[in-house]
């Protein structure tokens, strides 16, 4: 599985990064955003949000553990926070499987359902933060695998 390791100095490179992964993002495309809190999953996801629906502001999914957008191409877009989550089994509550047939998800926290893992799909495990460059390690799996490259910057 091919990866790419980008440095993200402040949160504005966060977001252009964001706004790459929109470039790219199309229906049946899921993201898991892995890492610490503060390590800037959100600001990575409000970024793929604003730029793929022009929603500033998106509110994170935290307690309603799902928010779904209608992405200006036409598709739905979800935005899953998993950190709630007591038991996987409640994964098919959420719908995202549903959603990657005609749409696509962000999905934080997915350590919380290790078993949900579909074939294609981009992960991306960001560290650092607060007073630190921000490390995002991007790996690539079936579909994401030729795409990576487009995310450099």
Do not use: C
Request: net charge negative; hydrophobic share 45%.
């Amino acid at each position: 599985m091919p990866a790419l390791t980008l440095t993200l100095t402040d949160e504005a490179a966060t977001a252009r990064l964001g706004a790459r992964l929109a470039a790219v993002l199309g229906p049946g495309d899921l993201v898991l955003l892995f890492g610490d809190l503060g390590a800037g999953k959100t600001t990575l996801a409000r970024a793929v949000i604003e730029a793929l629906t022009g929603e500033a502001d998106a509110p994170s999914p935290t307690y309603t553990l799902v928010q779904v957008y209608d992405a200006n191409a036409g598709w739905p877009l979800a935005h899953a926070d998993l950190y709630r989550l007591d038991d996987e089994a409640e994964l098919d509550e959420l719908g995202l499987d549903e959603i990657l047939e005609d749409g696509a998800a962000l999905v934080e926290w997915p350590g919380h359902a290790p078993n949900w893992r579909p074939a294609s799909r981009l992960e991306v495990r960001l560290t650092g933060g607060a007073d630190e460059p921000r490390i995002a390690v991007l790996e690539g799996f079936e579909t994401w695998e030729d795409r990576l490259d487009r995310l450099a910057g």
